[in-house]
């Protein structure tokens, strides 16, 4: 499996955006990136995924490097509810399993 | 919007005793997963089933797990004898994918395990 590496904590102002960096320089041609974020007490949530292409949605969007080898996560305007930890990840190729690393805990400061 | 759900939110059991743990992934889902967290630790996958019968499992999953779908829409998770370090919340989750790679997983809430 390709490898990730993501800062362990990051903050953020209240209605700031914030850029989630990851890094993933054995990444292969197939593999796609995906996100997902765990708030306090609940199962991990599904964010945005994406292969070559910046991908958008309600929730966020994701920018990939040309070369692929890292890529950011933005939310355009963090609230307190965004107080999360952020996974950066890329499934195994034949099964889909998402393996989970320890993340980036994001904090929002009001 | 369609959920994953969990059921109960929270077994206590006694060391050596059998549990199952029961969830319900959205229905036109093909691919199913469970995972644990103990506390203040990562996410740790443990298996994925898919056509029923287990597709990938990880070192956790030894004998004393399995996993069954004895009908069309429950999923489960069974230890045999439970263990001390068995104590963490259990997530399932399900997602509708091919087995390829870009399908997202959805989750349930969990099942917070405490073995006493």
């Known amino acids: 499996d390709a490898k990730t590496t993501q800062p362990n904590s990051m903050e953020s102002n209240e209605e700031e955006p914030v850029h989630l960096p990851c890094n993933h320089s054995?990444?292969?041609?197939?593999?796609?990136i995906h996100w997902y974020r765990q708030l306090p007490s609940q199962g991990p949530e599904y964010v945005i995924h994406?292969?070559?292409s910046n991908v958008n949605n309600r929730m966020a969007s994701l920018a990939i490097a040309e070369d692929r080898k890292s890529s950011t996560l933005i939310l355009h305007r963090a609230t307190l509810r965004d107080a999360a930890v952020y996974y950066c990840?890329?499934?195994?190729?034949?099964?889909?399993?998402?393996?989970f690393g320890a993340g980036t805990r994001l904090t929002v400061k009001p | 919007e369609p959920e994953v759900t969990q059921t109960p939110s929270h077994q206590v059991t006694q060391m050596g005793q059998e549990v199952i743990l029961r969830c319900v992934p959205i229905?036109?889902?093909?691919?199913f997963y469970w995972y644990r967290q103990i506390l203040g630790q990562k996410v740790e996958f443990l298996v994925s089933?898919?056509?029923?019968?287990?597709?990938?499992k990880s070192e956790i999953f030894d004998d004393q797990f399995s996993v069954e779908r004895p009908d069309g829409s429950n999923f489960t998770l069974k230890i045999r004898s439970t263990k001390l370090e068995d104590s963490a919340m259990y997530f399932c989750?399900?997602?509708?994918?091919?087995?390829?790679?870009?399908?997202?997983?959805?989750f349930g809430n969990g099942t917070r395990l405490t073995v006493t």
């Open positions: 990840i890329l499934p195994t190729y034949n099964n889909n399993d998402m393996r």
């Open positions: 054995t990444i292969s041609g197939t593999d796609y």
């Open positions: 229905s036109n889902h093909l691919y």
């Open positions: 089933f898919y056509n029923n019968e287990i597709s990938e």
């Open positions: 989750a399900s997602s509708e994918g091919s087995g390829r790679v870009d399908s997202p997983l959805h």
């Open positions: 994406g292969l070559t």
